[in-house]
T-cell receptor, first 115, second 115 residues
């Protein structure tokens, strides 16, 4: 079993749909992250949670809504997305969010296509 | 400003050749960490190495080696005797002490190893 699991692996949705991405980590970490990876762009950090509290929100549109019910689970709720939101969404976890040496461990991502 | 530059967008070599992936970074911090990650076609970013700013010793792990030079702000990655399984996108990244939850990723180098 991998340390960070993301579901679903692939998702196709219309612009009016509501869907959620799920991330689960089995590493006992206290920090979790959402990243967006678009073609030909560097990874973009979207949200950071530390001990279930959001500590970072990098000017992400409100159509993306994160939720962290406990330190092992992270969700990204999606509604009324735009075609430019099509991307690979990666979840990561680390021991804590406040230490620069922390290694982030990534899931395999959800490939999202918005039609 | 913090920045990571991977000038090589794509590299293609024949199996068993050696290949070096370049990484140049910018930071005003004196304490920082550098990372390399591998992203195979399956999508997840796989952690390869972490190096702190005070340790300039080169590191070797099997066929992989890393050359960290503070004088040129570079952290290059060499694969010796490349194999087809090394085909992936490789990311260099920087985390800095002043904003510990953020990792700045380079834009990645797509490495293709031809049989």
């Amino acid at each position: 079993e991998t340390g960070v699991t993301q579901t679903p692996r692939h998702l196709v949705m219309g612009m009016t749909n509501k869907k959620s991405l799920k991330c689960e980590q089995h590493l006992g970490h206290n920090a979790m992250y959402w990243y967006k990876q678009s073609a030909k762009k560097p990874l973009e950090l979207m949200f950071v949670y530390s001990l279930e509290e959001r500590v970072e929100n990098n000017s992400v549109p409100s159509r993306f809504s994160p939720e962290c019910p406990n330190s092992s689970h992270l969700f990204l709720h999606l509604h009324t997305l735009q075609p430019e939101d099509s991307a690979l969404y990666l979840c990561a976890s680390s021991q804590s969010a406040g230490v620069s040496k922390n290694i982030q461990y990534f899931g395999a991502g959800t490939r999202l296509s918005v039609l | 400003a913090q920045k990571v530059t991977q000038a090589q967008t794509e590299i293609s070599v024949v199996e068993k050749e050696d290949v070096t992936l370049d990484c140049v970074y910018e930071t005003r911090d004196t304490t920082y960490y550098l990372f390399w990650y591998k992203q195979p076609p399956s999508g997840e970013l796989v952690f390869l190495i972490r190096r702190n700013s005070f340790d300039e010793q080169n590191e070797i792990s099997g066929r992989y080696s890393w050359n960290f030079q503070k004088s040129t702000s570079s952290f290059n990655f060499t694969i010796t005797a490349s194999q087809v399984v090394d085909s992936a996108v490789y990311f260099c990244a920087l985390s800095h002490y002043s904003s510990a939850s953020k990792i700045i990723f380079g834009s990645g180098t797509r490495l293709s190893i031809r049989p």
